[in-house]
């Protein structure tokens, strides 16, 4: 995008450098390429002492505990120091965040929040203030990283925006070069000054104001967002916030995790989201010239000037209005680096963080060897099976003695020499073995067609079939989804879930009425399916709809380009072999719905008469055919 | 251990707070459950409580933390030290929080064979978990909705029984394991089981404030903590000492407040009105009120008590039906006022 992002990255990152403990970490959204490359140079350049953290590290690592290798060596129990509690004061990168599994994801997050590491064994607390760098590289469609622990991480950065040419600003690169030389002179020469550092009542109002307006409820953004504008501030050698500072901490912790459009004192959100085309083309141009983040460009200030003269006319005390300003400006700043098409989202009261941010990040299904740990079990490690350490040597530990006495098993060897020979004496009949439980939990996709050839009432059918599967779905350890497809395409009016307090609020405003856009539908679902099944779920499809396709992939209305796409998808449905099945919800039988459920290699029910019950009936009768 | 935010600087969370004094008056209450967003103080709360309550006096070395005075409860240890008369020695601990991570394995939780012992001198003996440590304390689960179900199964047996039964890798021990439960968790991301929420004695919704000076004043104490931890725990430890003592009081006059056959009558009357399972919300209803009134100063429990104590005690019990939209909280009240509570 334009240099001020850059320019924001840059300085969010010598932020971090300086102050890993307070800040705690970023979430670079950002694909591999040259941006990330640039960006994670110069935080080599300031911050030398980073580590890596694997996306499979293994608990025991993670927290610490036995030395095993050792442990063996010496015959006595060495402990070890974990990642986390390694990299104490340091920084922490980690790519590939958005594949981490729950386990790790939330382990990060309970030690960035308590600052603490509890050793996997024994009980001793040690310190752990880390900065976790955590680098997503998810495509927009995919997950991206856990919610839990992007909450704990100060900085929301996306840089996937950013032109690869784009260069920093003489303003930053000195202040890089200054900070580099600090953090080379002392570690904790930051952190000693912010303890000292006094802030300002008026700036903490104004952030605050600004993160209710923003419809941030966590508290956690707008304590990080001063703490950062008190870093920028201490990064320009200064001790006092500037509006600048205040600006650029807003874009980096608040502006991202907005969920609505802020009212502003006289343009309401109506007059904003009719303005916001013309800012399209604005935002996406970069400023003409490079200039500090001071003046946000474009139709911000130009509708800035309007409010002008009302507020002129208006009598109130001076600091009232300054505050006022002060406030606007901030939010212009804040939304300077916004990409158009989420403004418009944020104007049209569609949240922009709570999207996507499920964070349930799964591995591929791999047969048994793979999810949730079971207690292992005794066995040889063949035939792929790993060998479970820590239980092998739970079960040789107390057979030690008995083993040094043993005449058969080592007839030569000294018994009671301890110094000589300490090494432990594992037998084949110790061995244990990893076990894995299969997870089972199932996704029933539903697809319902909305539009105004499936009557209305069929929709409160469809309704009433997905909230009573949801009644039960927690005893099955179903999760349910919901994509509804009308007018011009179809669209996930509920990601996997098993939330009855979402799935009931989602369904109520499920709208209805339009064309029928059937093949994107059945595209939407088959990512969907695929998606669920990379999360280990096994899914299963339930359209409902007569199947009269007249809308095209392009959203223009043909019926016959739009069934031929429609059976092409259909066809693709196919090749994954999941199950599905077609729900008719046509007055008679319609042939072009059998035709396409056919393609898919669905189960056609013919259902003119469905109600809620007799759906719910029909769905768990295919499920529980199981192949 | 780092220093935790002092419990009385918490800015509003009245149910909360509330809630959580009055487990500590009296734990037989089990349990909080939380549920919220992310970012609300939840955590904090529950960490602040190691603080808050006062030091516990337990036999010395005891893992488990076992009552010196109490003739049942005990572990093997120190039943046996018991046994042979001779005067256990003594120290005080904190309370217990123990902080279960949403990944913990089971070994961790429930204890396992001691390696270090087994390796260095071969002797079988049994490492404590988490439950232990816990004992007479609290244990803490964040994101307790996304709780692995074979954590929860053992979790809800150790809760109701108080005890820990540990029968695996030849190992025999039972260890008293005494907690008050506390979860959080925010109920769009998951449900609970409902047997696991019906553990839960109190149930509180954590929001966010909603006034913008409520939030600044947030800001402000959260920033001065973090830059200056120890300083702002002198600066607080006033307003948490009369809290404590506050505590202490409300345990001592604790049997002595009244509850009337009436005010059980209304108890029971809500909660038939209601429809609750069994019989776990009356009893609640009962030792919360109580509690409530210990706190208040009040001699006896009235109908004022359950007005604020029902909410709390009997929103998560509900039978929940997915067509109906009606809140659970309002649910409750229009039951109340139907009984003229």
């Known amino acids: 995008m334009t240099t001020l992002a850059w320019d924001d990255a840059l300085w969010g990152l010598a932020a971090l450098s300086a102050d890993p403990e307070g800040l705690r970490g970023i979430w670079l959204k950002c694909p591999l390429g040259p941006v990330m490359q640039e960006w994670l140079n110069w935080l080599s350049v300031l911050k030398s002492n980073t580590s890596k953290l694997p996306a499979n590290v293994d608990t025991e690592r993670l927290l610490g505990g036995l030395d095993l290798a050792l442990t063996l060596q010496m015959g006595q129990a060495i402990r070890q120091k974990g990642v986390l509690a390694q990299s104490d004061g340091r920084l922490l990168i980690c790519p590939m965040a958005e594949r981490l599994p729950q386990l790790t994801t939330s382990i990060l997050a309970q030690v960035l929040d308590s600052k603490e590491v509890n050793s996997h064994f024994g009980h001793e607390t040690q310190k752990a203030k880390f900065g976790l760098v955590a680098i997503d590289e998810s495509a927009p469609n995919e997950d991206s990283i856990s919610s839990a622990l992007a909450e704990q991480l100060s900085m929301w950065l996306d840089l996937s925006l950013i032109n690869p040419n784009v260069s920093a600003s003489d303003e930053t690169l000195?202040?890089?070069?200054?900070?580099?030389?600090?953090?080379?002179?002392?570690?904790?020469?930051?952190?000693?000054?912010?303890?000292?550092?006094?802030?300002?009542?008026?700036?903490?109002?104004?952030?605050?104001?600004?993160?209710?307006?923003?419809?941030?409820?966590?508290?956690?953004?707008?304590?990080?967002?001063?703490?950062?504008?008190?870093?920028?501030?201490?990064?320009?050698?200064?001790?006092?916030?500037?509006?600048?500072?205040?600006?650029?901490?807003?874009?980096?912790?608040?502006?991202?995790?907005?969920?609505?459009?802020?009212?502003?004192?006289?343009?309401?959100?109506?007059?904003?989201?009719?303005?916001?085309?013309?800012?399209?083309?604005?935002?996406?141009?970069?400023?003409?010239?490079?200039?500090?983040?001071?003046?946000?460009?474009?139709?911000?200030?130009?509708?800035?000037?309007?409010?002008?003269?009302?507020?002129?006319?208006?009598?109130?005390?001076?600091?009232?209005?300054?505050?006022?300003?002060?406030?606007?400006?901030?939010?212009?700043?804040?939304?300077?680096?916004?990409?158009?098409?989420?403004?418009?989202?944020?104007?049209?009261?569609?949240?922009?963080?709570?999207?996507?941010?499920?964070?349930?990040?799964?591995?591929?299904?791999?047969?048994?060897?793979?999810?949730?740990?079971?207690?292992?079990?005794?066995?040889?490690?063949?035939?792929?099976?790993?060998?479970?350490?820590?239980?092998?040597?739970?079960?040789?530990?107390?057979?030690?003695?008995?083993?040094?006495?043993?005449?058969?098993?080592?007839?030569?060897?000294?018994?009671?020499?301890?110094?000589?020979?300490?090494?432990?004496?594992?037998?084949?009949?110790?061995?244990?073995?990893?076990?894995?439980?299969?997870?089972?939990?199932?996704?029933?996709?539903?697809?319902?067609?909305?539009?105004?050839?499936?009557?209305?009432?069929?929709?409160?059918?469809?309704?009433?079939?997905?909230?009573?599967?949801?009644?039960?779905?927690?005893?099955?350890?179903?999760?349910?989804?919901?994509?509804?497809?009308?007018?011009?395409?179809?669209?996930?009016?509920?990601?996997?879930?098993?939330?009855?307090?979402?799935?009931?609020?989602?369904?109520?405003?499920?709208?209805?009425?339009?064309?029928?856009?059937?093949?994107?539908?059945?595209?939407?679902?088959?990512?969907?399916?695929?998606?669920?099944?990379?999360?280990?779920?096994?899914p299963t499809l339930v359209i409902l709809s007569d199947g009269r396709a007249n809308v095209t992939l392009q959203g223009e209305g043909s019926r016959p380009i739009a069934k031929a796409q429609a059976l092409s998808w259909a066809k693709q449905w196919r090749e994954t072999h999941i199950k599905g099945i077609w729900l008719d919800t046509s007055a008679r039988p319609e042939p072009v719905a059998q035709e396409i459920a056919i393609a898919m290699g669905a189960n056609y029910v013919p259902l003119p008469l469905a109600n809620g019950q007799k759906m719910a009936k029909a769905i768990e009768s295919i499920q529980s055919h199981r192949p | 251990m780092s220093i935790p935010f002092p419990f009385s600087a918490i800015v509003g969370q009245h149910d909360m707070k509330l809630a959580i004094q009055i487990v500590a008056v009296d734990s037989t209450v089990n349990g909080i459950l939380a549920l919220g967003d992310r970012g609300t103080g939840k955590s904090t709360a529950v960490r602040a409580l190691a603080d808050l309550l006062p030091p516990i006096k337990v036999v010395k070395?005891?893992?488990?933390?076992?009552?010196?005075?109490?003739?049942?409860?005990?572990?093997?240890?120190?039943?046996?030290?018991?046994?042979?008369?001779?005067?256990?020695?003594?120290?005080?601990?904190?309370?217990?929080?123990?902080?279960?991570?949403?990944?913990?394995?089971?070994?961790?939780?429930?204890?396992?064979?001691?390696?270090?012992?087994?390796?260095?001198?071969?002797?079988?003996?049994?490492?404590?978990?988490?439950?232990?440590?816990?004992?007479?304390?609290?244990?803490?689960?964040?994101?307790?909705?996304?709780?692995?179900?074979?954590?929860?199964?053992?979790?809800?047996?150790?809760?109701?029984?108080?005890?820990?039964?540990?029968?695996?890798?030849?190992?025999?021990?039972?260890?008293?394991?005494?907690?008050?439960?506390?979860?959080?968790?925010?109920?769009?991301?998951?449900?609970?089981?409902?047997?696991?929420?019906?553990?839960?004695?109190?149930?509180?919704?954590?929001?966010?404030?909603?006034?913008?000076?409520?939030?600044?004043?947030?800001?402000?104490?959260?920033?001065?903590?973090?830059?200056?931890?120890?300083?702002?725990?002198?600066?607080?430890?006033?307003?948490?000492?009369?809290?404590?003592?506050?505590?202490?009081?409300?345990?001592?006059?604790?049997d002595k407040v009244i509850i009337s056959d009436d005010f059980l009558r209304l108890c029971s009357k809500l909660c038939m009105a209601l429809g609750t399972d069994g019989l776990r919300a009356e009893l609640t209803l009962m030792r919360a009120t109580r509690a409530y009134a210990a706190l208040e100063g009040d001699k006896a429990v009235e109908a004022k008590h359950l007005k604020v104590i029902a909410p709390m005690a009997l929103c998560h019990r509900l039978r929940r039906d997915p067509l109906d939209d009606t809140g659970s909280s309002a649910r409750v009240s229009r039951a109340m006022e139907e009984l003229a509570i």
């Open chain 2, 61 to 254: 070395n005891c893992p488990y933390g076992c009552e010196p005075k109490s003739q049942v409860a005990s572990c093997e240890q120190c039943a046996s030290l018991k046994a042979g008369s001779t005067a256990s020695q003594t120290e005080t601990r904190p309370v217990p929080v123990v902080d279960l991570p949403l990944g913990a394995s089971e070994d961790r939780v429930i204890g396992a064979l001691d390696l270090e012992k087994a390796l260095s001198l071969g002797i079988k003996a049994f490492s404590p978990g988490l439950l232990a440590k816990a004992n007479r304390g609290f244990l803490y689960i964040d994101e307790v909705n996304l709780l692995e179900d074979h954590l929860v199964d053992l979790l809800i047996d150790v809760a109701a029984s108080g005890e820990n039964v540990v029968e695996r890798e030849g190992l025999s021990v039972r260890h008293p394991a005494r907690f008050v439960l506390v979860g959080s968790g925010n109920p769009e991301e998951g449900e609970l089981r409902p047997q696991l929420l019906d553990r839960f004695g109190l149930c509180v919704e954590v929001k966010t404030p909603q006034e913008l000076e409520e939030r600044i004043l947030v800001i402000k104490r959260r920033d001065a903590f973090e830059k200056n931890p120890e300083h702002f725990q002198k600066e607080w430890l006033a307003a948490n000492e009369a809290l404590r003592d506050k505590i202490l009081k409300a345990r001592k006059r604790l």
């Open chain 1, 174 to 538: 000195d202040m890089l070069e200054r900070v580099e030389k600090k953090l080379q002179l002392s570690d904790r020469h930051f952190s000693e000054k912010i303890s000292m550092f006094s802030l300002d009542d008026s700036h903490v109002h104004e952030i605050c104001e600004l993160a209710q307006g923003f419809g941030i409820d966590s508290m956690r953004a707008p304590f990080f967002a001063i703490r950062l504008a008190t870093v920028f501030a201490l990064l320009r050698d200064s001790l006092i916030i500037e509006a600048e500072d205040l600006g650029r901490a807003a874009r980096l912790v608040l502006t991202p995790r907005a969920t609505t459009m802020p009212q502003m004192e006289s343009a309401p959100t109506g007059e904003n989201s009719s303005a916001t085309d013309p800012k399209n083309d604005q935002n996406a141009e970069p400023p003409q010239a490079v200039e500090p983040p001071q003046l946000p460009q474009g139709e911000m200030s130009a509708q800035e000037d309007e409010q002008d003269p009302p507020h002129g006319q208006d009598p109130s005390t001076p600091t009232e209005s300054e505050i006022k300003a002060m406030e606007t400006s901030i939010l212009e700043a804040a939304l300077a680096t916004l990409p158009a098409g989420l403004l418009n989202q944020l104007a049209s009261g569609q949240s922009l963080s709570k999207k996507g941010a499920g964070g349930r990040v799964g591995e591929l299904q791999r047969g048994g060897k793979k999810g949730r740990p079971l207690p292992a079990i005794k066995g040889l490690p063949q035939n792929g099976n790993r060998l479970h350490i820590l239980s092998t040597l739970r079960h040789a530990a107390p057979r030690q003695r008995i083993r040094d006495q043993d005449p058969y098993a080592k007839p030569h060897a000294p018994t009671h020499q301890r110094g000589s020979d300490r090494r432990l004496k594992i037998w084949s009949e110790d061995f244990h073995i990893q076990r894995f439980a299969k997870r089972s939990e199932s996704c029933i996709i539903f697809c319902i067609d909305a539009s105004g050839s499936a009557a209305l009432e069929r929709l409160a059918e469809a309704k009433g079939a997905v909230e009573l599967l949801l009644k039960d779905s927690y005893a099955r350890r179903d999760h349910i989804c919901v994509i509804s497809f009308r007018d011009k395409a179809a669209q996930i009016q509920l990601p996997a879930t098993r939330s009855l307090v979402r799935a009931k609020r989602q369904l109520q405003a499920l709208p209805g009425g339009g064309g029928t856009p059937l093949a994107s539908a059945l595209k939407l679902a088959l990512d969907t399916a695929i998606q669920a099944r990379q999360h280990g779920m096994s």
